[in-house]
């Protein structure tokens, strides 16, 4: 059905030793420039020993223009993304948006007599100031006390905060590598802000509120860089908590320093940060937070996300990890199976794969944001399910928005700045220490068809500037060859 070029594959060997499968010895098609570009890419020593994987389709005939080591399994990195936000948009609708709510006893009056509940179904932007939101409500209708306590409702989520792969570096600390649960507040970070505040020492302090001891002190310095120390565990009072030993020095001439890091057990964060919102607007929380459920409760607040389409933003181009994480697992609460697991939004990432006849031997969907070593694609596979995407009119102008805009912005901003190039690459780029990744597609001028792509490269360890810089010569053809002279 497809054309494809041998040429190109056969130059391709040079690059790697693994076996390409007999399927990809198909008839040659008249060389494109990309296939041309590609046997040139392919015989340089600079790229020698790199495992690569690479599929472009024209949109509008299905052509192929160049295709070599097409269905090698290799890491895609971030480009698992990509699975991720197609199916959330295809199975979700762009118009989902996630709730969270506050449930109390029923009745007016300005005490609650019962505990107030947080309840959540894994929204992944929450924020503090949306806690401030649903307070306020509360306060506007009169309450002045809460005398059972917090109650978090997390049962939305199964008690696997951990994302598939990601327990591979369990000492990293970095907001990268936050946790996942159904009611996650601020991406599950808390940030460090140390400033001075007269004295000999700084003010240490931690947002959200009410979730962190700090023990230890900063010293102020009288010139140089900051130098702090931070180490994070449990609080010694309270084990839902967290505890920071802070030491180390800073300058006392500046306004001051911010540090972020992820927190290791997030079921109770957002209902220590709630406590605190409601002290501070003069509301008074009597009672343990804790963890668990009350179902005969009434809603008295509600917070409703932005839709999907917007949420996928930050996952396309940014890349962010968390919001990936988080958007998998609830297509697997809302679609498959509560609580809600990874593994099920997984399922059905595979499924739509299969259906849409993307789905290539080999291929592995284990987390949503492709962080580590964890998921398999091939280049056949992503090229296909972007070539679909596009031709869907419910979600081409979706997928299209999320992804970084060559030469503009998100992880592409520096990147093809050419006349052309310039906002006609759309794509999703990835980077791990022996992976790089770059998906996407070329926009066309009127009477053109435009090209989604796919060129996946691993075994590129300490080469992976290398390895973006091949992607980003056989793109630059694409973008020549869909041009032209235009």
């Not at 070599?68 to 199916?87: C, F, M, R, W, Y």
């Not at 509360?138 to 989520?157: A, N, S």
């Not at 066309?444 to 068809?449: H, V």
């Amino acid at each position: 059905m497809f054309r494809r070029t041998v040429a190109a594959g056969i130059a391709l060997l040079a690059l790697t030793s693994q076996p390409r499968p007999a399927s990809s010895q198909a008839t040659p098609a008249k060389t494109s420039q990309a296939s041309s570009e590609l046997s040139r890419l392919a015989t340089s020593a600079e790229y020698k020993g790199f495992h690569v994987g690479v599929e472009a389709i024209e949109i509008d005939t299905g052509r192929v223009l160049v295709a070599a080591g097409e269905h090698q399994p290799l890491n895609p990195a971030s480009n698992a993304k990509l699975v991720t936000a197609i199916t959330a948009l295809s199975v979700l609708k762009p118009e989902h948006r996630f709730e969270t709510g506050l449930y109390g006893p029923s009745g007016k009056g300005s005490v609650l007599s019962g505990a107030l509940v947080l309840k959540g179904y894994g929204d992944p932007s929450l924020s503090t100031g949306d806690l401030y939101e649903m307070a306020l409500e509360l306060k506007r209708d009169g309450v002045k006390r809460i005398d059972g306590g917090i109650i978090v409702d997390q049962r939305f989520h199964d008690d696997q905060f951990t994302p598939p792969a990601f327990e591979q570096q369990p000492n990293e600390w970095m907001p990268f590598r936050a946790p996942v649960s159904a009611i996650a507040l601020n991406e599950n970070v808390i940030v460090a802000t140390i400033r001075p505040g007269g004295g000999e020492h700084a003010l240490v302090s931690f947002w959200p509120p009410g979730f962190v001891d700090v023990e230890g002190t900063v010293k102020l310095s009288d010139g140089g860089g900051a130098n702090v120390q931070m180490n994070l565990g449990p609080s010694a009072t309270d084990p839902s908590r967290m505890k920071a030993h802070v030491s180390g020095s800073i300058p006392g001439d500046v306004k001051g320093v911010t540090y972020y890091r992820r927190v290791e057990d997030p079921r109770l964060l957002a209902g220590y940060a709630l406590k605190a919102v409601l002290n501070d607007l003069g509301i008074e929380v009597k009672g343990e937070i804790r963890s668990g459920s009350a179902s005969s409760h009434t809603l008295l607040a509600r917070h409703r996300s932005a839709p999907l389409a917007a949420l996928l933003l930050p996952v396309g181009k940014q890349s962010d990890n968390f919001y990936a994480e988080m958007i998998l697992k609830a297509l697997g609460g809302e679609k498959k199976s509560k609580p809600a697991q990874t593994d099920g939004g997984a399922e059905i990432a595979v499924k739509l794969l299969t259906q849409i006849g993307a789905f290539d031997n080999g291929v592995v969907v284990k987390n949503g944001s492709g962080l580590f070593d964890a998921n398999r694609a091939t280049a056949h596979e992503l090229a296909t399910l972007l070539r679909w995407a596009y031709r869907e009119p419910s979600i081409q102008g979706e997928v299209l928005t999320h992804l970084s805009i060559g030469g503009v912005d998100g992880t592409l901003h520096g990147r093809f700045r050419s006349e052309h190039a310039r906002r006609a690459v759309r794509g999703k780029t990835g980077t791990l220490d022996d992976a790089v990744a770059l998906s996407g597609y070329v926009l066309a001028p009127p009477g053109r068809s435009p090209v989604a792509f796919s060129i996946l490269i691993n075994n590129c360890k300490g080469k992976v500037a290398q390895a973006r810089g091949f992607a980003d010569k056989l793109v630059a053809k694409l973008v020549h060859e869909v041009w032209g002279s235009s």
